[in-house]
C-alpha cells in the first residue's frame, strides 16, 4: 500500500516537474495525464465508451469512470441510455442527466503506456507552443535580443531564450554577416501562430527598428517629452527620422543627438554605419519638406492637397544635392512626408510656366477668336479654362485693367458659344463610342467625361453604377515599398473621391440599387469612422 501510495505521489511530483521544465501550468499537466489514462482505459474497455479519468490533485488517486448521458431516445447506446433506464439506477432521473459508474483499475500494458505517453507528450507540446506564443505575440513591435543558432539559405535563426525566431535574408542590412553563437539585436516584426509552432519573425531593416532603437537611447520619448514622427531608411546607407518635442525648451533634435554625438552614434553603430540625419517635424507639409530635404536648399513649394504631389523648385547648384546620389535623398523625403515629390530647377520651372502661359493663351485665341493681347491678360489673372471665363462672376473680369462690361458680356458669351460647340461636338463622339441615353440624361457628367468613360467600356448608367468611387477618382497604392498612383478615369478633371462617391450613389439611387435610407446610413457610418456600406445587388 505505501509503495502505490508513493507512486501516486511520484505522479503528482512528475507533473510538478514537467510543468516547472516547460513553464506551464501544473494543472495542466494532471489534466494531459487524465485524459491519456482515459484513453488507455478506452483501448481495455471499447473505443465506443465515454471514460473519464480523475486524478486527485493532493492524494494522487486515480479514479476511472464511464459517464452515459439521459436522453429521450437512444441514438448511442454505448454513452445513452433513455430515462426509463436510468431511473432503474437513480429516482428522478431526466434527459440531460449523467449516470457515472466507476471503473475498476486496469494494468496498464506496454502498448497502453506508450499511447499514453505520446499523448502526454503531444499535449504538452501544445501547451509549451501556446505558452510561446501567448509570450511572444504580446512582444511584437519591440526589440528583442538573442543569439544566431544557425544559418538556413542566408537566413538567420535566432534563439530567443523560449523559442526561436528566424530573420529572413531580406531583413537583414546589406553587407551585414552573421555567424553561429553572435549576438543580435532585431525588432520583432510579426508573431503567427501555426501548426508547427509560434513563428517569430524579425526585422533589422524596418523603419520602426531605427525608431525603437532612439527610444532606447534618447529617455526624454519615455517621458513623453520627445516623439518620433516618422522614419525612411534605406537600410546600411542613410536614414531620415522626423522628430517633435512637445517642451519647448528642449530641442528634439539636440535631444537624440546627445552629448558630442553619443546618442546618435550608438544607434548608427547598432545599424552598421547607416547615416542618419534628424529633422525638425512640422505639422506644415510644405515647411516639413523642406526640412526633409536637408541639406539641400528649396527656393519654392508647391503642394497639392488632392493627391499629395508637390513640386519643389530648387536653384540650379542645389538640384544633385537635392535629389542625392542615385536619388535617395529625394526617395527618403518623399518617403518621410509621405508626399510624391517633384524636383526640378528656377530655370525649368520657368520654361514651364512659360509653355504653360503660352498654351492657354492660344486656348482663348484658338476657341474665342480674341486677339493675343486679350489672352495674355486672362492667363495673367489665372483664368486656365473656357469654362473660368464662361461662368465666373463677371466682376472678376471687370476687375481687369481695360475691360469693361461691354467686353466682359462679350468675353463670356464667345466662350460660352465656344463651348456649346465642343460640347456638341463631344457628344456626337461619345455616341458614336456606344454611350446610350441613360448616360447622357444623368446630371453631372460632361460629354468629354462619356467619351473617357466610353473608351473604358463605361456606356450605360448600369455601367457608371457598378464603378467604385476610387475607379474614377484615382488612389495611392503600394508597390514594391513605394507609393505609386493608380489613375483614375476621371482623374483629369480633377473629381475628387468624395464627388466620385457622390455621382456613383447618385446613380446606384436613380436605378433603384439603393435606397435614400442607405445612403443617409453610409454618410452616418463615414462620419463614424465605420466601414463604407456596399450594396450586393451592385
Not at 520583432?188 to 537611447?217: D, H, N, Y
Request: net charge negative; glycine share 6%; aromatic share 4%.
Amino acid at each position: 500500500m505505501a509503495s502505490t501510495s508513493a507512486n501516486r505521489l511520484e505522479l503528482l511530483q512528475i507533473a510538478n516537474a514537467v510543468a516547472r521544465e516547460k513553464m506551464i501550468d501544473p494543472d495542466l499537466v494532471i489534466v494531459v495525464v487524465e485524459e491519456s489514462m482515459a484513453k488507455a482505459a478506452k483501448q481495455h474497455y471499447g473505443q465506443e465508451l465515454d471514460i473519464r479519468a480523475h486524478i486527485d490533485r493532493k492524494s494522487g488517486e486515480l479514479a476511472m469512470t464511464r459517464v452515459r448521458t439521459v436522453v429521450q431516445e437512444v441514438e448511442n447506446s454505448f454513452t445513452e441510455l433513455t430515462v426509463e433506464d436510468a431511473r432503474k439506477y437513480r429516482e428522478g432521473a431526466v434527459p440531460g442527466d449523467e449516470l457515472i459508474d466507476p471503473l475498476p483499475p486496469i494494468d496498464m500494458n506496454r502498448i497502453g503506456a506508450q499511447s499514453a505517453k505520446q499523448v502526454i507528450l503531444q499535449k504538452v507540446r501544445e501547451a509549451e507552443r501556446e505558452r510561446q506564443y501567448e509570450e511572444f505575440k504580446d512582444r511584437q513591435g519591440t526589440i528583442i535580443n538573442g543569439v544566431v543558432s544557425r544559418i538556413e539559405y542566408g537566413n538567420v535563426i535566432v534563439d530567443v531564450g523560449r523559442g526561436e525566431a528566424v530573420c529572413r535574408r531580406d531583413q537583414l542590412i546589406p553587407r551585414e554577416i552573421f555567424r553561429n553563437g553572435d549576438r543580435i539585436r532585431a525588432y520583432i516584426r510579426e508573431v503567427r501562430s501555426e501548426m508547427r509552432g509560434p513563428q517569430i519573425f524579425l526585422s533589422r531593416t524596418a523603419p520602426e527598428f531605427m525608431a525603437e532603437l532612439f527610444k532606447m537611447e534618447v529617455p526624454e520619448n519615455y517621458d513623453g517629452i520627445i516623439e518620433i514622427k516618422a522614419v525612411a531608411r534605406d537600410p546600411g546607407s542613410r536614414a531620415k527620422i522626423g522628430v517633435i518635442s512637445y517642451d519647448s525648451s528642449i530641442d528634439p533634435v539636440g535631444a537624440c543627438v546627445g552629448m558630442r554625438g553619443s546618442r546618435v552614434q550608438a544607434v548608427v553603430n547598432e545599424l552598421q554605419g547607416e547615416k542618419i540625419d534628424i529633422i525638425p517635424w512640422n505639422d506644415d507639409a510644405p515647411t516639413f519638406l523642406v526640412n526633409a530635404l536637408q541639406p539641400a536648399e528649396v527656393t519654392k513649394v508647391v503642394l497639392d492637397d488632392e493627391t499629395d504631389r508637390v513640386e519643389v523648385v530648387v536653384p540650379e547648384e542645389q538640384l544633385s544635392l537635392a535629389i542625392g546620389r542615385r536619388g535617395q535623398n529625394v526617395r527618403l523625403a518623399s518617403r518621410l512626408t509621405g508626399l510624391d515629390i517633384d524636383i526640378m530647377t528656377e530655370e525649368e520651372e520657368s520654361a514651364r510656366r512659360q509653355a504653360e502661359f503660352e498654351e492657354r493663351s492660344r486656348l482663348f485665341t484658338d476657341t474665342m477668336n480674341v486677339d493675343e493681347v486679350v489672352a495674355q491678360l486672362l492667363v495673367s489673372e489665372g483664368f486656365a479654362t473656357l469654362e473660368e471665363v464662361a461662368y465666373v462672376e463677371i466682376d472678376e473680369l471687370l476687375a481687369i485693367e481695360g475691360f469693361d462690361e461691354e467686353t466682359a458680356d462679350e468675353l463670356q458669351a464667345r466662350a460660352r458659344e465656344s463651348l456649346d460647340e465642343i460640347n456638341q461636338h463631344t457628344l456626337e463622339e461619345a455616341r458614336d463610342l456606344g454611350v446610350e441615353q441613360s448616360l447622357v440624361d444623368f446630371e453631372g457628367l460632361t460629354p468629354q467625361m462619356m467619351v473617357v468613360l466610353a473608351k473604358d467600356g463605361v456606356k450605360t448608367l448600369e455601367d457608371f453604377a457598378r464603378c467604385a468611387d476610387w475607379e474614377l477618382a484615382g488612389e495611392w497604392t503600394e508597390a514594391d515599398g513605394k507609393r505609386v498612383r493608380e489613375e483614375g478615369l476621371l482623374e483629369a478633371f480633377d473629381v475628387n473621391l468624395e464627388e466620385a462617391r457622390e455621382l456613383v450613389m447618385r446613380a446606384r439611387l436613380t436605378l433603384g440599387y439603393v435606397t435614400e435610407e442607405d445612403i443617409a446610413a453610409q454618410q452616418t457610418a463615414e462620419e463614424d469612422g465605420g466601414e463604407t456600406i456596399q450594396d450586393d445587388r451592385v
